[in-house]
């Protein structure tokens, strides 16, 4: 399960009969070709799509079938098990994303999906819990503007068993003018951790470490040692006169 916190915006997707999707998708979602300047989902780099279980595969659904959803096949899409993430470096070139997402038909009884498209930490467009025999929905975000986008699979707040779970058609349209493909996002990278030299013993300023026995008192059975080191003999200094010099 896929926990998010950062702000909540409004999100919608639009469920549509299954006729409704056939007719208004049949040119662009299950094509051969994508729309105008724009690239499927699964040209991109999806070796780099994080996955819990087994890996996302393109154009195909997760048992390596070819995608369904709701009888309706589609050539190009992803298709995988829930609990995954993909991360995407827009650089504010695209315009739009599309797809038609849902419960590959060949999906278990037990299945129960939901979908996230988040774009730099802001919910973009979502679905509910999504089971077997329910009708595809159509998930289409607006993305100008976006640098970063986060396209999620979870599995509808229960466990990720039968959920094969489709990205139908998916692409990405990109702005007018724009060849560059997307790439995977890449966290910046950060500076390697500064770590402080080793100091030889007798070596600089004097310099008392931990006890290696703390709570231990003068009567006990054993020494109280401090690893000390610096230039010089260490000489000890203390009101006790019981405890050893």
């Not at 051969?32 to 989902?41: C, H």
């Not at 995988?80 to 997402?101: H, S």
């Not at 595809?136 to 979870?154: E, F, H, N, W, Y």
Request: hydrophobic fraction near 40%; charge should be negative; proline fraction near 9%.
């Amino acid at each position: 399960m896929t926990l998010r916190f950062v702000a909540f915006t409004l999100a919608t997707s639009v469920l549509l009969p299954r006729a409704s999707l056939a007719a208004q998708d049949s040119l662009a979602l299950r094509g051969e070709s994508p729309l105008p300047n724009a690239f499927w989902l699964e040209d991109l780099d999806i070796s780099k799509w994080h996955q819990r279980r087994g890996n996302p595969r393109a154009r195909a659904n997760n048992s390596g079938r070819p995608i369904s959803l709701g009888g309706v096949a589609y050539p190009h899409g992803v298709g995988t098990r829930t609990i995954n993430e993909f991360l995407i470096d827009l650089r504010g070139d695209a315009e739009r994303f599309l797809a038609v997402v849902g419960p590959d038909d060949a999906a278990g009884a037990r299945v129960s999906v939901n979908f996230e498209l988040w774009g730099d930490d802001k919910l973009l467009a979502s679905t509910p819990v999504m089971r077997r025999g329910d009708a595809p929905k159509l998930m289409s975000a607006d993305l100008r503007g976006v640098r970063a986008l986060q396209i999620i699979t979870d599995d509808g707040q229960d466990r990720s068993n039968d959920d094969d779970a489709d990205w139908g058609g998916a692409m990405i349209v990109m702005r007018a003018g724009v060849t560059a493909k997307p790439l995977p996002y890449s966290h910046p990278s950060e500076p390697e951790p500064v770590i402080a030299p080793a100091v030889a013993p007798n070596e600089g300023a004097p310099r008392i470490n931990g006890p290696r026995i703390t709570g231990a008192t003068p009567e006990g059975s054993g020494p109280v040692r401090w690893a000390v080191y610096g230039d010089g003999a260490p000489t000890w200094c203390g009101d006790d006169s019981s405890w050893p010099s």
